[in-house]
């Protein structure tokens, strides 16, 4: 019988109702997986009815398109029953068709195949790419490709009876309207707005987390957090201190372009600040901040129609505030979401811990007592006066100190996301967790910040977390910066806004595994913090791997590749590899923005930066 005398032998009834058939099946499991996981998550309990709709369409679609793929991958042997030649060619061609088309997918989609699929069939943002759809539906309909010629030999065959064809095409007639309407229902059905916590940790190091990889148990809160969430392992500041630092996360603007870079410069007066665009999108917007840079002559409060900062107890007692400060800010943060529980809000915690000085908790601690040979508490004026005299175990007993610290705050982090929950907020807010810098502790020859910028003081960690929005439990190995919150959280919240200058861009490709984020330049900068001229002394660029530092107004230069030398202990410039005059000539291409407006401090306001160690 030659082929087409098959096909003319069929009726086309019988290949619609294999295919019909094939999306009815995906379609119900499908609708069985949906059932038994988001469902029990608390969708339903917590009123995420919009979530809901969109889940179940995209999981529908998902699994109706790879019973479909998977159905017409079968149909080429299982049609040709009968026809021993025909089958016998079909037998050896459709698996190499299919292994072939699986190869080149595979190839196409890089190294994250098997995860990209994953998120198709299992997908944990409500809007899903028409793309993922597709390409599920063709990796399906090549693994049919390469099993057709088994299930034929068991003896699967097109369905005949005319009843049987009538209930197939049904039933897929039912599945495919049902994936219509939920289509249509979930353009119409608007998600709830997402709350935004926002939380930074002052002078947090990522590597003394236990979600990346610390060998102590610091961080059981935030390890809980990034369980339910997305870890960017490779998170960068764009200033090795806290106001260039938090200048570029609220403007999403590189240091050299705000111009906000020495402990006595301002925030420029913009409708482009984080705080300012939630506000003007309908947020009820809160800060509180522990830090010595929240004067109102700061202006750091832009945009925040609530906003407390550390001015309790006047200026002598500012650096002893430090000491204790997660209690109150936690407090406070607590109060802020109590009040706006019926609101969406946008809150800004920044705690100034685990940033000096050292204590030892009783109740945190990774050492028997506090050290004798060390003061208590230890303030970085300290170490630095003594950075020479210090022994090997004294610096391991100052990192045991910071631990302690560390673990400290974590407990009040905690008490935060557990307040979400005890309110049924959990739900609706994005969490993020970061940090405006890192800490060294002599890795170059050094303590603290605000002196160098290298990787001790700029990798972070960076935490990001919503549920039913952004994936459990994904790590981001791709290198980011934090000039790339603002536009995730302006495209998290579904804010058209796009910053102008901005440098950042969003990370949601990156929390879905999917296309669309294009690594860039990772840029930071360093200005004499405490000088009353604003003079730029270090700027460095990141690409990749490679990294340059360069000394304004020196000739040096460090290379250093990171992915063989994360401890930036081999300085390759001056060996004529291409990759330095690339990062210089790039680098070079940032030029400085006109510096800040500045400011004349206050009596009182030296008293209190000074007291903190920023000030002379």
Not at 80 to 106: D, E, F
Not at 294 to 316: H, I
Not at 482 to 490: G, H, K, N, Q, R
Request: glycine fraction near 10%; proline fraction near 7%; include cysteine.
């Amino acid at each position: 019988m030659r082929f087409t005398q098959l096909i003319e032998s069929r009726s086309p009834r019988s290949h619609l109702a294999w295919l019909a058939a094939g999306l009815a099946a995906g379609v119900l499991v499908g609708l069985a997986r949906f059932v038994v996981t988001p469902t029990a998550e608390g969708y339903l309990r917590h009123g995420l009815n919009g979530l809901l709709v969109r889940h179940l369409w995209y999981w529908l679609a998902a699994h109706g398109a790879a019973g479909l793929g998977l159905a017409a991958g079968l149909e080429p042997v299982i049609a040709t029953r009968g026809v021993t030649r025909l089958r016998t060619w079909a037998s050896i061609v459709a698996p190499v068709m299919g292994a072939a088309g699986l190869t080149v997918g595979w190839v196409g989609w890089g190294s994250g195949a098997a995860r990209r699929l994953y998120d198709v069939l299992t997908p944990a943002l409500p809007r899903g790419e028409p793309l993922g759809l597709g390409a599920c539906a063709a990796s399906f309909l090549g693994i049919g490709l390469m099993l057709s010629p088994v299930l034929a030999v068991l003896g699967f065959r097109l369905p005949e009876a005319p009843r049987v064809r009538a209930a197939a095409i049904a039933t897929g007639g039912v599945a495919f309207a049902l994936v219509l309407a939920l289509g249509i229902g979930a353009t119409l059905v608007r998600p709830r707005p997402l709350n935004v916590l926002f939380i930074t940790l002052d002078a947090q190091r990522a590597d003394h987390l236990g979600c990346y990889g610390y060998h102590r148990d610091t961080s059981p809160n935030l390890d809980a957090l990034a369980a339910r969430g997305v870890t960017f392992l490779e998170a960068n500041a764009n200033g090795p201190w806290t106001v260039p630092s938090v200048a570029s996360i609220m403007t999403g603007k590189f240091p050299m372009d705000h111009g906000v870079t020495t402990a006595r410069q301002a925030f420029p007066t913009s409708d482009w600040l984080m705080a300012k665009i939630l506000q003007r999108h309908g947020y009820s917007t809160g800060g509180v901040a522990a830090s010595g840079f929240v004067e109102p002559q700061y202006n750091v409060a832009q945009g925040f129609q609530w906003f407390v900062g550390d001015r309790l107890g006047g200026p002598e007692k500012a650096g002893l505030m430090r000491l204790d400060s997660p209690p109150w800010v936690t407090a406070k943060g607590i109060t802020f979401i109590q009040r706006n529980r019926d609101r969406r809000f946008f809150l800004w915690l920044h705690y100034l811990k685990p940033h000096d000085p050292y204590v030892w908790r009783e109740q945190h601690h990774f050492i028997a007592a506090h050290p004798k040979d060390l003061p208590d508490p230890v303030w970085l004026t300290w170490l630095m006066d003594n950075l020479h005299r210090l022994t090997p175990e004294q610096v391991r007993r100052v990192v045991d100190l910071y631990d302690g610290e560390v673990r400290n705050v974590d407990e009040y982090v905690g008490q935060v996301l557990a307040e979400l929950e005890r309110l049924s907020l959990a739900q609706h807010t994005l969490v993020i967790v970061s940090a405006d810098h890192g800490e060294e502790f002599m890795q170059h020859g050094s303590f603290g910040h605000h002196y160098q910028l290298y990787q001790d003081e700029l990798h972070v960690p960076l935490i990001i977390a919503a549920p039913g929005r952004i994936p459990a439990g994904r790590r981001v190995a791709t290198p980011v910066q934090l000039v790339d919150l603002l536009p995730t959280i302006l495209d998290l919240c579904n804010i058209p806004e796009e910053v102008p200058g901005g440098r950042g861009q969003s990370l949601v490709p990156l929390l879905t595994g999917r296309r669309g984020y294009k690594p860039g330049d990772i840029v930071a900068g360093l200005n004499r913090a405490d000088g009353a001229d604003d003079v730029e002394i270090m700027r460095s660029i990141r690409r990749g791997p490679w990294k340059l530092l360069v000394r304004v107004g020196e000739d040096e230069a460090e290379l250093y590749d990171l992915d063989s030398d994360p401890g930036e202990q081999r300085n390759l410039a001056g060996h004529g590899l291409p990759a330095e005059q690339r990062l210089r000539t790039a680098l070079s291409s940032y030029g400085r923005a006109k510096p800040s407006r500045p400011l004349t401090l206050t009596e009182e306001t030296k008293k209190r930066l000074r007291s903190m160690g920023y000030l002379e």
